[in-house]
């Protein structure tokens, strides 16, 4: 299985290398990075926020997020625009499976030329497990190392979210290190205290990959 899966990001890798990142500009604003299965549109449009606040508000969304329960005690989208603001401090692509808008992924922390911390958002539970994850994550990396040509890209999650990392790993991602203690999730029915794990990817490992 494993096999399976890396094979199967080489093969993503393979399609958008050579297209250059199949950046577009519609009519001179919109970035768009387009693959087989979904499309990721630059920034945050104001018509999507009333559906980041419902599923931010579904506790089996944000289950293993670090602000769980600032997310599910959301009152409103002014609210979340504060969250959002805090949360992402750097390029936010929407993502979108054919003209269906179904999360985010986001590069933040930026140091110049150096590295930033990769997220991605599958808000919408219709699409988990749908291999829509894999294609957002090698665009959004592509563009990490080869727009904004950073040297490492780091992520984190609960150590208790072993599909995440399992993916994450398949994806060419390596376990950095263990912070322990580090954030409160809902698992198994309850709120509980979590570790958290950092990954991360250099240039040079996402070439290989």
């Known amino acids: 299985m494993r096999n399976f899966f890396n094979q199967l990001f080489r093969n993503i890798r393979k399609i958008f290398s050579g297209y250059n990142l199949l950046w577009h500009f519609l009519a001179g604003t919109d970035r768009i990075m387009r693959g087989n299965k979904i499309w990721l549109?630059?920034?945050?449009?104001?018509?999507?926020?009333?559906?980041?606040?419902?599923?931010?508000?579904?506790?089996?969304?944000?289950?293993?997020?670090?602000?769980?329960?600032?997310?599910?005690?959301?009152?409103?989208?002014?609210?979340?625009?504060?969250?959002?603001?805090?949360?992402?401090?750097?390029?936010?692509?929407?993502?979108?499976?054919?003209?269906?808008?179904?999360?985010?992924?986001?590069?933040s922390s930026i140091?110049?030329?150096?590295?930033?911390?990769?997220?991605?958002?599958?808000?919408?539970?219709?699409?988990?497990?749908?291999?829509?994850?894999?294609?957002?994550?090698?665009?959004?990396?592509?563009?990490?190392?080869?727009?904004?040509?950073?040297?490492?890209?780091?992520?984190?999650?609960?150590?208790?979210h072993q599909r995440a990392i399992k993916f994450y790993e398949k994806a060419g991602f390596r376990r950095a290190r263990l912070i322990s203690k580090d954030r409160t999730i809902f698992h198994d029915g309850k709120w509980i205290l979590s570790g958290t794990v950092v990954m991360e990817m250099t240039r040079e490992e996402f070439k290989r990959v």
């Not at 625009?81 to 590069?107: H, R």
């Not at 829509?132 to 780091?154: H, I, P, Q, R, W």
């Open 111 to 160: 140091r110049e030329k150096s590295e930033c911390e990769f997220t991605i958002f599958i808000l919408d539970k219709n699409y988990w497990g749908k291999g829509v994850s894999g294609e957002a994550t090698v665009l959004t990396l592509s563009y990490a190392f080869d727009e904004l040509e950073m040297s490492k890209v780091t992520l984190d999650t609960s150590e208790f």
């Open 41 to 107: 549109k630059e920034g945050l449009s104001e018509k999507n926020f009333p559906l980041i606040l419902k599923w931010f508000r579904e506790s089996e969304v944000v289950q293993y997020f670090s602000f769980a329960k600032r997310a599910l005690a959301l009152k409103n989208i002014d609210e979340l625009k504060i969250l959002l603001k805090e949360i992402e401090t750097g390029p936010v692509f929407e993502i979108y499976c054919k003209d269906t808008f179904i999360g985010y992924t986001s590069l």
